[in-house]
């Protein structure tokens, strides 16, 4: 049985046990055509800005997209940029990245039918951890709702440009932090693993 954990007046009840949640939770490539809501959405955000901050200062913003045409469009957009960058500076990795961006078929955003980005307002301390903190928020109470996600950390650096920025008419002071696209999983992955947790207990 859930934890009928409700957030916010738009939040629909939680289905899941924390716990399932976290441990079922995945990074997704792979979606269906089905549309995520507006409401559904306003729901995870709601789960998301529970995130603690510094002072409570809240200390994010959401920037929304729902038509898969134009994520696709900023798919291509950032695979050119990243391309690019990978040219400038030859490297054994960024070979590798190379290869992977000049395969026609690969789309970065992996053609997801909703990108979320996660901002960060310059006027708060410790505003990129709070959004982090959020971000996770967000992957935990979509994978509760059965919505799959994945946090596209390559596409960050485009999404901060300054001309990004200005093309989207998002403020220009504000860092993109989590970039993340979202839908419904045609399938979901098994766990990769983890590996042992390297602690020191302090006596």
Same mark, same amino acid.
């Not at 441990?23 to 809501?37: D, G």
């Not at 970065?108 to 039918?113: D, M, V």
């Given at each position: 049985?859930?934890?009928?954990?409700?957030?916010?007046?738009?939040?629909?009840?939680?289905?899941?046990?924390?716990?399932?949640?976290?441990?079922?939770?995945?990074?997704?490539?792979?979606?269906?055509?089905?549309?995520?809501?507006?409401?559904?959405?306003?729901? %995870? $955000?709601? #789960?998301?800005?529970? /995130?603690?901050? @510094?002072?409570?200062?809240?200390?994010? =913003?959401?920037?929304? &997209? !729902?038509?898969?045409?134009?994520?696709?469009?900023?798919?291509?957009?950032?695979?050119?940029?990243?391309?690019?960058?990978?040219?400038?500076?030859?490297s054994e990795l960024n070979q590798?990245?190379?290869?992977?961006?000049?395969?026609?078929?690969?789309?970065?955003?992996?053609?997801?039918?909703?990108?979320? %980005? $996660?901002? #960060?307002?310059?006027? /708060?301390?410790? @505003?990129?951890?709070?959004?982090?903190? =959020?971000?996770?928020? &967000? !992957?935990?109470?979509?994978?509760?709702?059965?919505?799959?996600?994945?946090?596209?950390?390559?596409?960050?650096?485009?999404?901060d440009l300054r001309s990004t920025?200005?093309?989207?008419?998002?403020?220009?002071?504000?860092?993109?932090?989590?970039?993340?696209?979202?839908?419904?999983?045609?399938?979901?992955?098994?766990?990769?693993?983890?590996?042992? /947790?390297?602690?020191?207990?302090?006596?």
């Open positions: 049985m859930g934890t009928g954990f409700i957030v916010g007046p738009s939040c629909e009840r939680r289905t899941m046990e924390l716990a399932d949640a976290i441990l079922k939770r995945r990074s997704v490539h792979e979606y269906t055509n089905a549309p995520i809501s507006r409401l559904m959405i306003q729901s %995870l $955000i709601d #789960a998301a800005i529970q /995130a603690p901050s @510094a002072m409570n200062s809240q200390p994010w =913003a959401f920037c929304v &997209f !729902l038509d898969r045409r134009r994520i696709d469009d900023l798919s291509d957009q950032v695979k050119d940029w990243l391309l690019n960058q990978t040219q400038q500076a030859p590798a990245l190379t290869e992977i961006l000049t395969d026609p078929g690969f789309s970065l955003l992996h053609h997801a039918p909703a990108l979320l %980005l $996660i901002l #960060a307002k310059p006027s /708060a301390n410790q @505003a990129i951890e709070a959004c982090c903190l =959020a971000a996770e928020n &967000f !992957l935990l109470a979509a994978r509760d709702e059965g919505i799959a996600t994945c946090w596209i950390g390559l596409s960050r650096p485009f999404f920025k200005v093309e989207l008419g998002l403020p220009e002071a504000y860092r993109v932090v989590a970039p993340i696209i979202l839908g419904y999983p045609k399938a979901w992955p098994g766990s990769p693993g983890r590996q042992p /947790a390297e602690i020191r207990w302090m006596d």
